[in-house]
């Protein structure tokens, strides 16, 4: 009964349940408790398994599914001659062995917690109960006694006070770990292999800390030079963190051996211009011809330009052996914005290099600071579509640059959790935590990060914990509000410093080699300060590489047809492939009737609603060699169960893409359904439209309003990204849109925002009306030979308004975009019509229907279907023979929303140049409001039908 005895003393209260608890689950898989628990079951003879298998039977305790069958053959014996040992003395072997393993368990699950991370010292260290021997009921002179671990921790049998060194060093050293939270016990077992026995301490020859020792010299040195030439200018430099500069390139270099042919980096301001030239090279002579003031494009090249710590640059450099694309994003103060981004990047460079599978051939690297990771939702966003089947990139490195403060925060102020990296166990990444001050250990964790990268394909997160040497920026006065925190910096010696003295004491680098190598470097500097004098730009690379042969947009006043109809037969071709679904696919009835009426309405020419219109665009680029990714939140069937271009079997769940489906050889579509995110999705395909010109990139809201959570992707990138940073992009915003009585929040896509957001050509803003019309808005991305983001306010009740409709021939040759659609119904002769009507978007079809009930002839309807670039040509055109007509213009939107305060004195303008009786619109629409609509149905119907008679004059 041995066995029985032995465990009886660990098997009370909260131990029983636990180790019962991973018996159940050891016996029924293995591999699905920690391996330290897997070597002591195997090792426990069949008297002590019972004693477990019946504490696993109470009613707190999991049970297998199926039984336990017959468990793993033992390993090892429990102790060597253990059947002739004294009966007390197994008890107390294995009672050991138990409790042993529990405390090393917990110092993989707590070790970080008493890790050295601090390069300041201010952090009070405690001995966490759990990483107290004495918890396990370990005593003083139970220090030096052997106890079998069946090589736990690479050992045999080792003694406590062995056991706690190898614990300690390993996870209670500069290196902190967090990874027990991980699900999957590969990762968590690769992990453990790279860490236990703190293999950082012997892991870098004479060469290596050289190479170590180089890169922290052009990390400082860079920020000492650039403080002794600009002493009065910002630059948001990264001293006291200048190690993230050895951590990014070591990244770079470790997945560049592993075959990576691409690496965008996004980060915010902090350390910008010191990856800028030590990670990306961009030369130091054009940073100092900024500093200067100089401009940072050539004379030729337009652009408003930004300030030097938030632009972005690119290179192809040797690393490993191999050429490698590097690009670091542009970005504005919005912190973590360019988080997405460059996921969208990343993905967009994967599937234009056909990487679809592993999706290891690209990746990005993301720098934050640790009050954003922590303080920023984004960053939650952009980590839960890691994993997600249209967003997934292979992984991401992030590294976090941890000054311990943000602007003035302190972090018990700046997020609630123990670590400014917690939100990143929500996505099961593991979290290395790594002292600044220990170059060596920096280095040796951002090999492990890059690794993990290519062997999982998930991200990782590094933890720089550092500090912040001055204060916000170099004009800033920290004391202010942290003096404790900046005494103790002032006394601080720098990193590449204390680095050096430690390579000459141990005799790895002599002191008079690591002078010669900063003295080096300096003189670099000086002599790429002296070129900045007359540096100048020749040339920038916005328009090389993938988007060549595009150019900038030309003027304002500029408004030609783009080549975008198409052969009636190609159309019907795609017609009848949105139409037709294998023999042996159940498709819904409902949808199959949806299919029967598409086919119909392009085998008549008749009667081509919305949805139809935007697959026939689809299916037609699709067949030009243009892929089209549309993505959002439930964009596969669209929020109003109108698009369905992902068909889904009503017995098996399998998917059908009629798109997919047109003939041999045409490229690809995807629609994805996003997770319920705006501002992470948007700023993903955005990015992703950055990176492929040629494919058509679509984002579409539920309701259009919900773009309102994307603000700072609108603003601060589709809006200005290409005149600050001469970055291009195709990317469509569909934004249901239209006024029926469903209350604030499903009424308005609030489209005066971006009108005025609206400038220089920035971008196309839209409010059509025909479902011809939006086909040639969709082409017209393509086909033009420059990049616009288009925003379109998209119809809800028009999806299936029987006069929302086009013929096949609208389509056809002889047709493209029309900024401006005239008259089309029988009144009397233009100069005796007494009323204009300009209108946009489904308005229109409210003022048609009353004025052909109420037969009104002498009253024009004319839509504005661009808002901008405003078409003041197509306006006058058509404005010009109402020559007796008062003009009109007409809104669901309150006064002031919508397009009155935009279009009011561009209308006049044009009026103004016509030789005709109008020279101001005047408004009609909903009066000024706070909210965009009412949510009472009987309001709104009266609103509506108000402003509708007054606009037809009844």
Same mark, same amino acid.
């Given at each position: ?12 209260? +909260?131990?029983? $349940?636990?180790? *019962? /608890?991973?018996? !159940? ?5 293995? &591999? %699905? ?45 429990? +102790?060597?001659? $253990?059947?002739? *040992? /004294?009966?007390? !003395? ?5 009672? &050991? %062995? ?857």
């Amino acid at each position: 009964m041995a066995g029985v005895d032995i465990l009886a003393t660990v098997m009370n209260g +909260a131990n029983a $349940a636990f180790l *019962a /608890d991973l018996y !159940a689950r050891w016996a029924e898989n293995p &591999d %699905s408790v920690d391996p330290s628990f897997q070597e002591l079951f195997a090792a426990l003879n069949d008297e002590a398994r019972s004693v477990l298998t019946d504490a696993s039977g109470a009613s707190w305790a999991p049970r297998p599914r199926g039984g336990f069958g017959e468990p793993p053959e033992p390993k090892k014996p429990a +102790a060597k001659g $253990a059947a002739e *040992a /004294d009966p007390e !003395a197994t008890r107390r072997a294995v009672l &050991d %062995s138990i409790r042993a393993l529990m405390l090393i368990r917990s110092y993989r699950v707590r070790g970080h917690l008493m890790a050295q991370l601090d390069p300041l010292g201010l952090q009070k260290i405690k001995l966490h109960p759990e990483l107290d021997p004495k918890s396990y009921g370990f005593a003083d002179e139970d220090m030096d006694r052997p106890i079998f671990l069946d090589m736990v921790l690479g050992k045999e049998a080792a003694s406590l006070r062995e056991i706690l060194a190898i614990c300690r060093a390993s996870y209670c050293g500069p290196i902190g770990v967090e990874f027990m939270h991980i699900q999957d016990p590969e990762q968590k077992s690769w992990i453990q292999r790279r860490i236990e026995g703190a293999p950082w301490l012997t892991a870098f020859d004479t060469n290596a800390k050289r190479q170590i020792l180089q890169q922290l010299t052009e990390a400082e040195g860079f920020e000492s030079f650039c403080a002794k030439k600009y002493a009065t200018t910002k630059r948001f430099g990264l001293e006291g963190g200048e190690t993230t500069i050895n951590a990014v390139q070591t990244v770079i270099e470790v997945c560049a051996a592993k075959g990576v042919k691409e690496i965008a980096i996004g980060m915010a301001h902090r350390g910008r211009l010191n990856t800028l030239v030590n990670v990306v090279k961009k030369p130091f002579t054009q940073v100092f011809s900024e500093f200067r003031g100089s401009s940072t494009t050539p004379d030729d090249v337009q652009g408003s330009g930004d300030v030097k710590y938030h632009l972005g640059t690119s290179t192809d450099l040797e690393i490993s052996g191999q050429m490698v694309h590097l690009s670091l994003q542009p970005n504005p103060s919005h912190l973590e914005a360019v988080d997405p981004v460059v996921m969208g990047k990343v993905r967009a460079r994967q599937d234009m290099a056909g990487d679809t599978v592993g999706r290891r051939s690209v990746m990005g690297i993301l720098l934050h600071g640790d009050a954003a990771f922590a303080g920023q939702g984004l960053v939650y966003e952009t980590m839960a579509m890691s994993q997600l089947i249209g967003y997934r990139t292979g992984g991401t490195v992030h590294i976090i640059t941890n000054n311990q403060i943000g602007f003035t925060t302190v972090p018990a102020h700046a997020y609630s959790g123990l670590y400014c990296t917690d939100i990143a166990k929500a996505i099961q990444a593991p979290i290395l935590h790594v002292n600044g001050d220990d170059p060596e250990a920096v280095v040796f964790c951002a090999r492990m990060c890059a690794e993990f990268r290519m062997q999982f394909g998930a991200d990782i997160v590094l933890d720089i914990v550092c500090y912040r040497r001055h204060g916000h920026n170099e004009t800033d006065e920290p004391a202010f509000t942290q003096p404790i925190m900046y005494a103790r910096i002032r006394e601080m010696q720098t990193t590449r410093t204390l680095y050096a003295e430690r390579l000459a004491k141990e005799g790895s680098v002599p002191a008079e080699e690591s002078k010669a190598i900063n003295d080096a470097f300096w003189g670099q500097l000086d002599d790429a300060f002296q070129a900045a004098q007359s540096f100048k730009p020749n040339k920038a690379d916005w328009l090389e590489g993938h988007w060549s042969g595009l150019k900038p947009a030309g003027s304002d006043a500029e408004e030609k047809d783009e080549p975008t109809a198409i052969p009636l037969e190609t159309l019907r071709e795609v017609g009848a492939a949105l139409a037709r679904v294998p023999a042996d696919f159940n498709a819904n009835p409902k949808i199959i009737r949806q299919l029967e009426a598409k086919k119909q309405a392009i085998e008549t020419g008749e009667g081509i609603d919305w949805s139809t219109g935007e697959a026939l665009a689809f299916g037609t680029l699709l067949l030009d060699g243009h892929r089209v990714r549309l993505s959002g939140e439930d964009v596969q069937r669209g929020t109003f169960s109108q698009r369905h271009s992902v068909l889904t079997d009503q017995v098996t769940q399998a998917d059908y893409v009629p798109l997919n489906n047109i003939r041999e050889g045409q490229t690809r579509f995807e629609a994805f359904n996003s997770l319920l995110s705006e501002m992470g999705v948007l700023g993903f395909d955005y990015g992703y439209s950055l990176a492929d010109p040629n494919t058509l990139v679509l984002w579409e809201a539920q309701f259009g309003d919900f773009a309102n959570g994307a603000q700072v992707i609108i603003d601060q990138f589709i809006a200005s990204g290409e005149t600050k940073w001469l970055r291009m992009s195709g990317l469509v915003m569909l934004l249901p849109h239209g006024y029926e009585g469903q209350g604030p929040e499903h009424s308005s896509a609030r489209y005066e925002r971006y009108l005025q957001l609206c400038a220089e050509r920035n971008m196309r803003v839209g409010n059509i009306t025909t479902p011809a019309n939006y086909f040639h808005a969709l082409r017209r991305q393509l086909r033009a030979n420059y990049r616009k983001p288009l925003i379109l306010m998209t119809p809800k009740s028009l999806l299936r308004h029987k006069l929302a409709v086009s013929k096949l021939e609208d389509f056809g040759p002889g047709t493209a975009f029309r900024l401006v659609l005239p008259e089309t119904d029988e009144l009397v002769a233009p100069s005796e019509v007494k009323r204009v009507v300009l209108c946009s978007g489904k308005v229109y079809y409210d003022l048609l229907a009353e004025r052909r009930d109420k037969g009104v002839k002498d009253v024009a309807l004319i839509r504005l279907e661009q808002l901008h670039p405003f078409p003041r040509i197509s306006l006058a055109r058509t404005l010009t023979p109402y020559t007796n007509a008062e003009v009109i213009w007409c809104q669901e939107e309150p006064e002031n929303m919508g397009g009155w305060t935009f279009v009011d004195r561009r209308i006049e303008k044009v009026l103004g140049a016509l030789d005709i009786k109008a020279k101001r619109p005047v408004y009609v629409g909903r009066e000024e409001a706070a909210s965009p609509a009412t949510g009472l149905a009987k309001i709104h119907a009266a609103q509506q039908e108000a402003l509708v008679r007054k606009a037809l004059g009844l």
